[in-house]
């Protein structure tokens, strides 16, 4: 059971980009899944949620510019960032809590690094 992010690099402020993380192996179901970040020197910090029934919550800092959704049917969740500004410049990790047929797990993603540059 796996996460696989893809999508990042360079943007230029006033661009789009577009993350996508698709989950793979024997799960069962999917409650939350949502994407976190980390810039250089700073903590992992929360930047967008989306529940199974579709209820999202993003951060302070991002919202307006972002837009989280998922196909439930495919275990795949998508962060669209609209408008980025460099201090949005992480590494972007795809998150979610998982139910497989051995057990409940928190899957992490192997990270995309988003680059807000001119």
């Known amino acids: 059971v796996q996460l696989q992010a893809s999508g990042g690099g360079l943007v230029q402020p006033g661009g789009s980009l577009r993350l996508s993380c698709a989950a793979s192996?024997?799960?069962?179901?999917?409650?939350?899944m949502g994407w976190y970040r980390q810039a250089p020197g700073k903590q992992r910090e929360l930047v967008a949620v989306?529940?199974?029934?579709?209820?999202?919550s993003y951060a302070e800092s991002v919202k307006g510019r972002v837009t989280i959704s998922r196909d439930n049917a495919k275990n795949t969740v998508s962060l669209q960032m609209n408008s980025p500004e460099p201090e949005d410049t992480a590494v972007y990790y795809c998150?979610?809590?998982?139910?497989?047929?051995?057990?409940?797990?928190?899957?992490w993603g192997q990270g995309t690094l988003v680059t807000v540059s001119s």
């Open positions: 998150n979610a809590e998982a139910t497989t047929y051995s057990g409940r797990y928190s899957l």
């Open positions: 192996g024997s799960i069962f179901s999917i409650n939350a």
């Open positions: 989306i529940t199974s029934g579709g209820s999202t």
